[in-house]
């Protein structure tokens, strides 16, 4: 079993998601208590693609995330650095553009896409402000990014419930369900490392996104942050 340190070392992150990629999806559904396909689509709404727009999807993995953009009519780019992730996302939707990349060193020219998009991925990326100014650089003036990712529940009691299942029942869970289980250890622990909603939106603005705003869902299980590159 492959399982990833909080250094967050490239080879180590694109290892554990090859070996989770059969089963990756569903096990996001039964971790999440079905919240995930909800979140999946909050995205798509912030994201708000349009036909004939470019949205490149950082960490697509499967392309799960992707689809809603595609069906709008907008063209989708699913870009992620687990070549495992992507052979079972090609194999399932084999007429998607799927991309190799890594988010700190985007393959694509300067103002390239409508709008960036990285769901549950920033927080697996080793340099998180070297990513934020890899976005910027792609996307075109006036365009947008969407981040969607684990943040800090704004309710300390229930805060305090939700870290004891991150830590006690989150594992046990992902044994159940999922093909490497050691991966869910290290994604309990990264959540609980990661900066909260206003650490993250501070983070937007130093990496030149303007318009910076957040909302939270599920009581901030989960954040969405948007940005806008001055046009």
């Not at 059969?22 to 912030?46: C, H, I, M, P």
């Not at 992620?80 to 939707?93: A, E």
Request: proline share 6%; with cysteine; hydrophobic share 40%.
């Amino acid at each position: 079993m492959t399982r990833a340190s909080l250094d967050k070392q490239p080879h180590e992150v694109a290892s554990m998601f090859d070996d989770v990629a059969e089963r990756y999806d569903l096990t996001n559904d039964v971790l999440s208590l079905g919240q995930a396909r909800l979140w999946r689509k909050e995205v798509a709404k912030a994201v708000d693609a349009r036909p004939a727009q470019k949205v490149l999807d950082l960490a697509a993995g499967t392309a799960t995330s992707s689809l809603p953009f595609a069906r709008t009519g907008a063209y989708v780019v699913p870009c992620d650095f687990s070549l495992g992730m992507l052979r079972v996302g090609k194999q399932r939707n084999s007429w998607l553009p799927f991309t190799a990349g890594d988010a700190t060193k985007l393959p694509f020219k300067d103002d390239t896409f409508d709008a960036v998009t990285i769901s549950f991925g920033l927080r697996n990326v080793q340099d998180t402000d070297a990513a934020l100014r890899e976005m910027y650089r792609v996307t075109r003036p006036g365009g947008r990014v969407v981040i969607c990712e684990f943040s800090h529940p704004t309710w300390a009691p229930f805060r305090t419930v939700y870290t004891e299942y991150l830590m006690r029942a989150l594992p046990p869970a992902a044994r159940a369900v999922s093909s490497s289980p050691d991966a869910y250890v290290y994604l309990a622990e990264s959540i609980r490392a990661w900066p909260d909603q206003q650490a993250l939106a501070g983070r937007l603005g130093e990496a030149g996104w303007g318009k910076v705003a957040w909302r939270n869902l599920t009581g901030g299980v989960v954040a969405l942050h948007r940005g806008f590159k001055q046009a």
